[in-house]
């Protein structure tokens, strides 16, 4: 009752109306999501490969100089994602590739806050050719097939939408 | 015609736009091939441009195996979901736009890798000053910005091919 209480306020929101009311709001969002995908990606390749051994001569500090790029990357995608949302609450929620990605965002989101609480200082610390510990290498592990599963299930999302009965 | 009727009855082409998994596993696996060679590219355009100082020039030559096999996946996708739908991409402008912001970017990715690799063999590249020198060039700097600007611009293309499609093959059945 109190989830459908918040579908339904999402829905009826200013920007759930205009989202629906203007279909270029939806497409540009689109666009935008997929370029703050490629930030976030490309800027947690960069670091999470760096843990785990690629390139080891370079400072563990140096590539995490890289994090405000990852930040404004998902960013860019929870806004977007914000507006999304907002033009069909009830569709979302039902869609089980939405649940499951939006649980892998969340675990993906623990795990890098773990990393900047355990790890991050001393890692930032290390001196080049500095291996990472084993911890912080299965987070970067973890790291990497987290957010690219996210991007799978993003993509199922339109899957089930097409056909709901997909996978069942 | 012949030829794109011969690519659509393929076998293969048939899976891709027909079965229920064909056509979300080769848009999954374009979306998961585009975030690594994207992703990487514009980290590399970004830390030529000036971001990141620390990280050396040299380190992106070790992750670029993992641009290439990100395009790679994309090479084999985006191929099959041509052939599924080469009928209606072939005058699809979003689709020929994409195709050639690729190309222009591949061709600047190139330049700016050739650049980059004269001025590490002249002068012992291996040296911070060396580095330094390399990405300080303007001309090296504009090729960065064009890179981002051609790749943002082939995603921009790509989401926009869906859109000017007659219509999308899962809303077809």
Redesign the interface.
């Known amino acids: 009752m109190i989830m459908h209480g918040f579908l339904q306020m999402a829905h009826d929101s200013w920007l759930g109306q205009v989202t629906r009311e203007y279909a270029p709001i939806f497409t540009t969002g689109l666009v935008i999501h997929f370029i703050g995908l490629c930030l976030l990606l490309g800027a947690m390749l960069v670091i999470d490969l760096r843990l785990l051994g690629v390139g080891k001569q370079t400072p563990i500090k140096a590539v995490l100089a890289l994090l405000p790029v990852a930040i404004t990357g998902f960013a860019m995608n929870l806004a977007t994602g914000i507006v999304f949302f907002c033009f069909d609450p009830f569709g979302y929620w039902q869609n089980p590739a939405f649940r499951i990605k939006m649980t892998l965002v969340l675990i993906a989101g623990l795990n890098a806050l773990w990393f900047t609480f355990a790890e991050h200082r001393r890692l930032a610390a290390a001196p080049p050719g500095h291996s990472a510990p084993i911890a912080a290498r299965i987070c970067a592990g973890l790291s990497l097939f987290l957010w690219f599963s996210v991007i799978l299930f993003g993509r199922l999302i339109v899957a089930f939408q097409g056909s709901p009965d997909l996978f069942k | 015609m012949g030829f794109l009727d011969w690519l659509e009855e393929l076998p293969l082409s048939q899976w891709v736009a027909q079965s ?2 064909g ?2 596993m080769m ?2 696996i374009h ?2 091939g ?3 060679v ?6 590399f355009d ?1 830390r030529v441009l000036g ?6 020039v ?2 992106f030559r ?2 670029m195996p ?1 641009a290439w096999a990100g395009f790679f996946l994309n090479l084999v996708s985006g191929v099959l979901l041509f052939n599924s739908t080469a009928h209606r991409l072939v005058d699809n402008w979003p689709f020929l736009s994409k195709m050639v912001c690729i190309l222009a970017a591949g061709a600047v990715t190139w330049l700016l890798w050739r650049a980059i690799g004269s001025v590490e063999e002249a002068g012992g590249g291996a040296s911070a000053d060396a580095q330094t020198a390399i990405v300080a060039s303007p001309v090296v700097k504009a090729l960065a910005l064009a890179s981002i600007i051609l ?2 611009a082939a ?2 293309f ?3 091919i869906a ?1 000017v499609m007659d219509y ?1 093959i ?2 077809a ?1």
């Open positions: 229920e998994v056509y979300p848009l999954s979306s998961i585009m975030a690594a994207v992703g990487l590219l514009l980290m970004l971001l990141a100082r620390g990280v050396p040299s380190f070790k992750v993992f790749w943002l995603i921009t790509g989401r926009l859109y999308m899962l809303n059945k």
